[in-house]
């Protein structure tokens, strides 16, 4: 039956990954890393993954990571720098946002508040 089901449209994992990163990631903000992780656990094959999550390029990903930066950026004022760099990055790491883009983008965004990011290092925050 479900054989019958695929070859007539009603199932189609590929299908479902693309629209699941679509809506996940213009919803959620989720990252590909995220993504996939989630496709994963829901059975999906990987290269069916492989295949929604390119879909979201690099550039795309990081103006997503600015907007939730930029949401967020607000509700950290009055914290040290350092705590405001913690929580934004590790929001962005917890979405699936890999270390350097994250760290990149949070430290723009706290410099373009008048932050000096200078003294702070890449390994640990």
């Known amino acids: 039956m479900l054989s019958r089901f695929e070859e007539v449209g009603l199932i189609n994992d590929g ?8 809506s996940r990631h ?3 903000g989720l990252a590909r ?3 996939a992780r989630e496709l994963r656990t829901k059975g999906v094959d990987s290269t069916l993954i492989d295949a929604a999550v390119s879909r979201l390029d690099s550039e795309q990903e990081e103006e997503t990571a600015r907007e939730l930066v930029a949401r967020k950026l607000r509700a950290t004022r009055g914290l040290d720098r350092d705590k405001r760099l ?6 962005l790491a917890r979405k699936g946002y890999p270390e350097g883009l994250a760290l990149r983008v949070v430290r723009q965004a706290l410099e ?14």
């Open 15 to 22: 299908a479902f990954a693309d629209a699941w990163v679509e």
């Open 26 to 28: 213009h919803g959620r």
């Open 33 to 35: 890393r995220a993504l």
């Open 86 to 91: 913690r929580r934004l990055a590790g929001m």
């Open 112 to 125: 373009e508040e008048g932050e000096d990011t200078e003294s702070l290092d890449d390994e640990g925050f």
